[in-house]
């Protein structure tokens, strides 16, 4: 990206920043500088990556988070154009992931965080909500989602990821999902337990470890 | 096991060993990611040297020394006894009357509370009458001081639960500003049911009353529980009133909700502290969050760095949050005894809490 590195640092600025105009402004003048769309879209991608290391330390908060978020999907709808226009295809999603808390369970912040972070991420993310019965998970990775994550807050809920898991033995589906867990209460050892594949102790923790995948 | 290590704990509870040297280099760690987030003094050498030996000491459990004995709270009143395992109880079935007679004369509790079975100030609105006559009856048996524990729990508000919008789904659906306004209004109604539900037990002839998980739903369900706070210490001027916290850092939800003029998203324990005082609370529940993946020594050293800090800092009594995954303490359903009695001697000895 050499040439552009003013353009980049404004981008990255302007995601942690957060505020949508400023990011849709950083993409008007890295598009007037003729900055590839690809190149664009990484540099917002590193600004929020950023956005999430400062989320994860207490400087940033989720409306923050979220309007970063925002104004990268505003920004991708011209993005999207150009980067057909440049010859290339809009840029594909990385996987299909069905998230949500599971059934008895109605906390769902640290799910939402973790589906926005991952959404920013290029995850194609279907959130299902909180207390979602687990055929509902079922259903969605039948219809195409390679990947699930489930979320508990309490000891009492938590059981239902390892359901989850059985149910999916049952249907053969198993070997095809990459089951992620996390929650209050979900540890490494209860992944491990369960036979799940990913333990997220925090959203950021889960996101760089399923992009590694 | 090598002769030079030590059995300790990680923060899920697992059974590992360590030599001196790693605890001392976690404990380094543990205090310098505290000192970093809270950006507060990390824990001096003196401080590290005593919890290595707290940590390495070669008995199962360990216990403060004499005279620094601290005050002992126990909260969620009788469900620690009904509940089952993996709702912080034992499954043994028995009355609130027995429950709290159990606590002051078996279990050496200093003071108790009378909890409804759901903790939280909302379901408490419609069977307060029943809580009234309960606290009553109770408070003629009962000689240690009896105090009303709920959540504010501004959770319960929210749809699909309460009237106002849930800003996990508004903000989702990227409504920021809708989302701050629904959880200003929550905040607001939640202050006035803690006014209802406090002044109508206080009535009843409650010690005080024990505010749990302070802010669980973040920076707005704070404000509400500060503001109610503030209405029942205005209409109780004697009445004991404890603000425990949900978390070491005050979750920014709404992001730029304000208390007397603070915001309080982001605040960590010694600040929190200083919003709880204004607001007009005599005792200060101080959490720090436990993370699984780290060592005991890891997460020991980085909850009494905060809480030390909370206790300099505060000018009314800190009593220190120890149970599943916080204060140090593994993240387990029963937290394991070895883990528990040394979390609490650091509190007590080097943080210096007041209470427990």
Known sequence: ?213 | MAAQEFYTRMGDGKRVTMTKEKIMADLQAGTADAADMGTIPALTADDLERLLDIICDRNRVVAVEPGNEVVLTYDIGQLDFTGDNGNSGNGVDMGRLEAALIHERALGADTFELAHSDYSIKPVKPVISMEMQTMEEIQQEIIAPFFYGAMPNMGLYYAPDGPYGNPADLMREFKIDESMQQSELAAEHLARDIEYVGNKIMAAGADGFDFDTMASAGDADFVGGLKGVEALRKANPLAYINTGMAGESVMGIHGGIEFHGKTVAGLFPHQQVKVCEEAGANVFGAVCNTNTSKSLAWNMARAVTFVKECVKQASIPVHCDLGMGVGGIPMFETPPIDAVTRASKAMVEIAKCDGV
């Open chain 1, 1 to 213: 990206m050499a040439g552009f590195e003013n353009e980049k640092k404004a981008l990255q600025d302007a995601m942690v920043a957060y505020k949508v105009p400023g990011i849709l402004d950083a993409v008007e003048k890295a598009r007037a500088a003729k900055m590839p769309a690809n190149d664009i879209i990484n540099a917002m991608g590193d600004g929020m990556t950023e956005v999430g290391v400062l989320f994860e330390r207490g400087r940033l908060f989720l409306p923050h988070v979220l309007s970063a978020a925002a104004g990268m999907t505003k920004a991708m709808e011209v993005l999207g154009e150009d980067l057909k226009a440049q010859g290339g295809a809009a840029a594909a999603k990385k996987a299909s992931v069905v998230m949500g808390t599971v059934e008895g369970d109605v906390h769902d912040i640290g799910k939402s965080i973790c589906s926005t972070m991952l959404q920013c991420a290029g995850f194609d993310v279907h959130d299902l909500g909180r207390d979602v019965p687990k055929q509902k998970f079922i259903d969605e990775c039948n219809n195409g989602c390679s990947m699930c994550g489930m979320s508990a807050l309490m000891t009492t809920t938590m059981t239902v990821q390892r359901d989850v898991i059985e149910m999916m033995k049952e249907a053969g589906i198993r070997d095809k999902i990459v089951v992620m867990v996390g929650g209050a209460p979900v540890t490494q050892s209860w992944c491990d337990k369960i036979g799940a594949d990913v333990y997220g102790e925090s959203a950021s923790e889960t996101v760089s470890k399923v992009k590694d995948l």
